[in-house]
């Protein structure tokens, strides 16, 4: 299989490339290298022959259209997106042009490109989207395929958003297509304006370590190598016009999360041990939802999938390899915005 990956050289979309190349497939990775994409994150397949890249940004529709056209892919996996959340409540506008406009133009261009092949029945579109669109849960349930949306900040409406409009070129054009919506990714090539790496690399430099609000917000965590391994999955066997829900099986309250790595911390790097002494409470962000929970059960029913990690074995997975990947990780933090506190407004 050929699949153009959008958003291939940031943190889930260069999980998927690399483990597409893995199993034999052909990738075309299509970025626009902004502020968080890294191409040290697809270093390992570059050389590859079932490599290929081409910078362009999902905006720019006659790209979409020169690329589709060149390297004529069997499916489109859609990762590119602005994601941070602090972000999108700082600087909305870029959130509705990538996530909302540039998935229109994916779509369309996806669409042209389809009907000039002779609409093939292989072909697919696969949107992959997040759990956040749906809202936020009380102490109970979870959420399921079928939960309404109810999106709270402009992130998650922008990606709700997206999602509406794959499912409406489904239905309006027939355009085969997958989606599925995923719980929070952790894991290496991280970009560091993210909670699992700040907390990391805070508390390697001994520096004190901030956690929004009580630290009581529930996240359900989904290491992404598994997270990539679903998605190829869903790709290659989800129904055409089906949602999946992807979920970690693994529930932890923020502040929980926190002293987890603290406590692999204090194993690999005791010099400033215990670190959780470093733990600051600050100012919540606005809007911040209290508790997501993914139910699994129909990629479990359906495909045969589970993830592979518990939470514990992957903190620890991705706190090595933050140890042992300074050279990656240190440019980074001289990108605008990485170490400021955003998303106050």
């Not at 690399?18 to 299509?30: D, F, I």
């Not at 994409?37 to 362009?56: G, K």
């Not at 499916?75 to 959340?85: R, T």
């Not at 990629?299 to 589970?306: P, V």
């Amino acid at each position: 299989m050929k699949i153009l990956v959008t958003g291939g050289a940031g943190f889930i979309g260069s999980a998927v490339v690399r483990l597409a190349v893995a199993r034999g497939h052909q990738v075309v990775n299509l970025d626009a290298l902004t502020y968080a994409a890294n191409l040290e994150n697809v270093a390992s397949v570059a050389q590859s022959p079932l490599y290929a890249f081409e910078q362009a940004d999902i905006r720019d529709r006659p790209a979409l259209d020169r690329i589709l056209a060149q390297h004529r892919p069997d499916a489109v996996m859609h990762l590119a997106a602005e994601s941070h959340v602090d972000r999108s409540i700082d600087g909305p506008g870029a959130f509705i042009e990538t996530n909302i406009t540039g998935t229109y133009n994916m779509l369309e261009a996806a669409r042209s490109y389809w009907i000039a092949q002779g609409r093939p029945d292989g072909f697919r579109f696969h949107h992959i989207s997040t759990d956040e669109v749906f809202g936020s849960l009380g102490e109970d349930g979870q959420f399921t395929e079928t939960t309404p949306y109810d999106p709270r900040s402009p992130y998650s409406a922008s990606k709700a958003a997206s999602d509406h409009l794959v499912r409406a070129w489904h239905e309006t054009y027939g355009l085969p297509v997958v989606l599925t919506n995923c719980s929070n990714n952790y894991g290496p090539c991280h970009f560091p304006e993210k909670l699992v790496p700040v907390v990391i690399l805070r508390a390697l430099r001994g520096e004190e370590i901030p956690v929004y609000g009580d630290g009581g917000n529930v996240r359900d965590w989904l290491y992404v190598e598994d997270h990539a391994d679903a998605l190829l999955l869903a790709l290659e066997k989800g129904q055409i016009g089906r949602s999946y829900n992807i979920g970690g099986e693994n529930e932890a309250k923020n502040i929980d999360l926190v002293r987890m790595i603290c406590a692999q911390m204090d194993r690999l790097r005791p010099e400033h041990a215990p670190h959780d002494r470093l733990i600051r409470f600050v100012t919540d962000r606005p809007g911040h939802d209290r508790r997501y929970a993914i139910d699994p059960t129909r990629i479990r029913d359906e495909l045969g999938w589970r993830p592979s990690v518990t939470v514990q074995e992957g903190l620890a997975r991705t706190v090595e390899w933050y140890l042992d990947n300074e050279d990656w990780w240190r440019p980074l933090l001289d990108r605008q915005g990485v170490g400021e506190r955003l998303g106050k407004a």
